[in-house]
């Protein structure tokens, strides 16, 4: 099951990002909002939930939090946001699959002619896989979600192209 996806059952999953993940991106960036988030687990006042539907809304005027749902045609549309965002002048930082050989990697990314982060983007590379918590889990139980595969930071910088 992948944050923000169905799972085997049909249910919907949104899984909270761990906390000194968010702790630590939020002392660095300061965040003031939580774009795909749920009432169960936004990590910031200002927050979009699924009904909101973060990818219609302004981010220009925030710093940008978002852990996206990690489908390949959610996650697409969630960086391609966040990068027309940039260029309206919002800090996005997003957490997702280091899935670099997509073409959502290498369209809004990296410039692979020059082997190097697209200007005003950085990428992070996670040195373990997060685990992710179930916000319902009233238990506080460690157990959660990992993905199967490594995860990545990525900061898309403001750039103001307007």
Known sequence: MKPGS???SGAFQEYRTPGYLFDG?????????DAAASDDNALCPK????NQDGLLQ????DRVF???PYSRWQ???WVEKADAEAGLGALVVMLVPASVETVWFHQHCWDAAVSRPYPGVEVRFLKERPRFVD???KAKSPKGWRPLQACMVLVFHPRNDT
Do not use: H
């Open 135 to 137: 916000p319902r889990n």
């Open 58 to 61: 302004d981010w220009s005027k």
């Open 6 to 8: 169905r799972n085997n």
């Open 66 to 68: 978002v852990n996206p």
């Open 75 to 77: 996650l697409f549309r």
């Open 25 to 33: 991106l939020n002392f660095e960036f300061g965040f003031t909002l």
């Open 47 to 50: 927050y979009f939930t699924r």
